[in-house]
């Protein structure tokens, strides 16, 4: 860090609070907008300046051809994490930490000054985790377009800005909510204990996952055993705002936990199929460590997306079973079936084995975007057409409907995910046999 920087960054934060102080009209109006300052202060070195840097830390590497070597180093996956995460954003940090010592001083001055660095506290965790997660998503963009000659930032910053301005914005809005507790399974919390608890969970996590992307890199890999971990554990932390609805009974709670987990493993199983690479030999490969019964390798190279799916298949058969045998989910009842959660397992198998289909055919970011635009033309173009035709029953054709019997709702989708794995089977048949050949 130059010797200009040392200087300039504690004086752009005692500059702009004394022309806060120059035109206030009287101390209190000062408090108040130099709280205000503070905080934009941090939201453009942390968050503006900050992303920024974290987007363009690994993407000038590529491009100037210097990040192979740095991979042939004898650094870990660690080090190069934390060197990119943290190395990359030392000035931004440098000149937000007075920024930070602004914003204490100030709070001294507030009838709620825990409070208020409560909110600081969450404002540093929305920091790293927005950077964080700018990291993830540039090594997750740059590893499925390696073939690209010259990469862009701009879209992992636009991502990381747009992150970081919802999470503040949440931040901020319940830190002045007069509610100012929630329920989280048998606990009774604090708005801003729970926001920093919660943010510790999604930074933990997302740090989880710079590390195994960085393994990926290096050509090291990673086994199942984390992301079923990372499944179970999102699963029982959003589970645990079903405790705020006091009209459930027992079995209505569990039923409700299990069609929130399923949500969740559906959503997380679409992310991570879109987001990770899909390449036939991987696939061939893996088919023929079953068949050798190498189950250790076979483990090892097991897409992650494949066991949010299968997750979701158990979630399914447990919700289906749990509602026919119990008897006491009037609640549900009154909204949907048990063919429910079939329907929207079998939305996800069709749409999977579409994306794949897809990637078998061209093997290129065209299948990413080809299933997007089949998937939007399904989900909204022509539910959309249906709606304005007035054809209510066609609905249940494209999109996952609670309360239709077996055959306006399930057998529709049911026989749209056997004609896709049809064509699936057949192009890896091909496929395979052309490799053969």
């Known amino acids: 860090m130059s010797t200009i920087r040392l200087i300039m960054m504690p004086l752009i934060t005692v500059v702009i609070l004394l022309l806060t102080y120059l035109s206030s009209a009287n101390f209190d109006e000062f408090?108040?907008?130099?709280h205000k300052w503070s905080i934009i202060l941090i939201f453009l070195f942390i968050f503006f300046w900050g992303?920024?840097?974290v987007s363009e830390s690994v993407i000038i590497e590529i491009n100037r051809k210097t990040?192979?070597?740095q991979r042939m180093t004898n650094l870990t996956p660690f080090e190069i994490w934390f060197g990119k995460l943290f190395g990359s954003t030392i000035h931004t940090w440098y000149g937000a930490f007075f920024a930070f010592i602004a914003y204490i001083v100030i709070a001294t001055y507030s009838k709620t000054f825990i409070e208020e660095i409560k909110l600081l506290v969450q404002i540093f965790l929305i920091g790293i985790l927005s950077q964080s997660v700018t990291l993830l998503a540039t090594f997750t963009g740059v590893r499925n377009d390696k073939h690209k000659i010259h990469h862009s930032s701009a879209i992992y910053f636009i991502t990381g800005i747009i992150i970081s301005a919802v999470l503040l914005f949440y931040a901020i809005k319940f830190h002045y909510l007069e509610e100012t507790h929630l329920r989280w399974f048998?606990?009774?919390?604090?708005?801003?204990?729970?926001?920093i608890?919660?943010?510790?969970f999604f930074n933990f996590w997302v740090a989880i996952a710079l590390h195994r992307s960085l393994r990926l890199e290096m050509n090291y890999q990673n086994g199942p055993f984390i992301w079923v971990v990372f499944l179970v554990s999102m699963m029982l932390y959003f589970s645990g705002f079903v405790n705020n609805i006091d009209a459930l009974s027992l079995p209505e709670t569990i039923l409700l936990d299990l069609y929130i987990s399923l949500v969740i493993t559906i959503l997380l199983s679409y992310i991570l199929a879109f987001a990770t690479p899909k390449h036939f030999l991987d696939y061939k490969h893996l088919l023929q460590y079953m068949h050798e019964r190498q189950w250790r390798a076979f483990k090892l190279h097991l897409p992650v997306w494949f066991i949010g799916m299968v997750l979701s298949i158990l979630l399914c058969i447990a919700i289906v079973t749990f509602t026919l045998v119990s008897s006491r989910v009037s609640f549900f009842e009154a909204f949907m079936t048990y063919r429910y959660p079939i329907n929207l397992t079998l939305f996800l198998l069709r749409d999977l084995s579409i994306l794949l289909l897809f990637h078998l055919a061209w093997q290129s970011k065209q299948a990413d975007i080809s299933t997007a635009i089949v998937l939007v033309i399904l989900y909204f173009l022509i539910p959309s057409l249906i709606s304005i035709m007035e054809i209510k029953s066609g609905l249940s054709f494209f999109l996952p409907h609670a309360r239709r019997s077996f055959l306006t709702g399930t057998l529709p989708v049911l026989v749209q995910f056997l004609v896709a794995l049809v064509f699936l089977i057949r192009r890896t048949y091909y496929l395979n046999k052309s490799v053969v050949e």
């Open 186 to 195: 048998i606990f009774k919390l604090r708005y801003s204990d729970f926001a």
């Open 67 to 69: 990040w192979y070597n």
């Open 51 to 53: 992303i920024r840097q």
């Open 31 to 34: 408090i108040e907008l130099a």
């Open 197 to 200: 608890g919660s943010l510790v």
